[in-house]
């Protein structure tokens, strides 16, 4: 499958706009992990109201974060709600993850440097 | 330096409260960074309104993404503002990263998995 092409940062509008926090933790077993994990960012970035997504699995702790960035309510409870990805919560609930913590947040402001 | 002794994911307590999103790409050369990042930590578990932190650097892909949750606006400011952190952040800026985007969000509603 070819990934779909994601900017290194994740670039995003002019705030007010959504962010979904998912803080996890996995299990030494995670067969089909890594084929799902695709899936739904394949299926994440056609979703109506999605923004962007930032990524960052840490191999010295086994800490990953994934940010994603939506439009508004309506666009995460789509995303929450779409049936794939209902299936793929229910494996991660399961099977894959030993921990995790969601969290939903409005983004007020920001600021950046861009690339130099 | 030890090391402040920091959950693997954070567990912060009931919403409302905020994040502070911070994603960044570093430069090759980052000397006297990782003191920094040691001395920075140390220093934000010592502030008022700080709840926690996550933190993980993908080595595939050389994003940093870090989480810090806070009380309120008021904390967020009182780091932003802490002298010893803008020496910091003016260096991040200057020397350190190639890229960031900070973004400030309150945080509405959360669900979890605990370890098992």
Redesign the interface.
């Known amino acids: 499958m070819e990934s779909p092409s994601i900017p ?5 509008p002019e ?1 007010p706009y959504y ?1 979904v ?1 998912f ?3 996995r299990k030494p077993e995670d067969a089909g992990y890594a084929d799902m994990a695709s899936r739904m960012l394949e299926l994440a970035v056609t979703q109506p109201g999605f923004l962007g997504v ?6 010295n ?5 994934t ?1 994603s960035y939506w439009k508004d309510e309506a666009s995460i409870a789509g995303w929450r709600t779409h049936a794939e990805h209902r299936t793929a919560q229910a494996k991660g ?1 399961a099977q894959w ?20």
Chains 1, 2 share one sequence.
């Open positions: 290194r940062l994740a670039q995003t705030p962010a926090i803080t996890s933790l930032d990524f960052a699995r840490d191999s702790t086994g800490v990953s974060i940010v609930r993850y030993s921990a995790f913590e969601l969290r939903v947040a409005k983004v007020e402001r920001t600021s950046s440097k861009t690339r130099d």
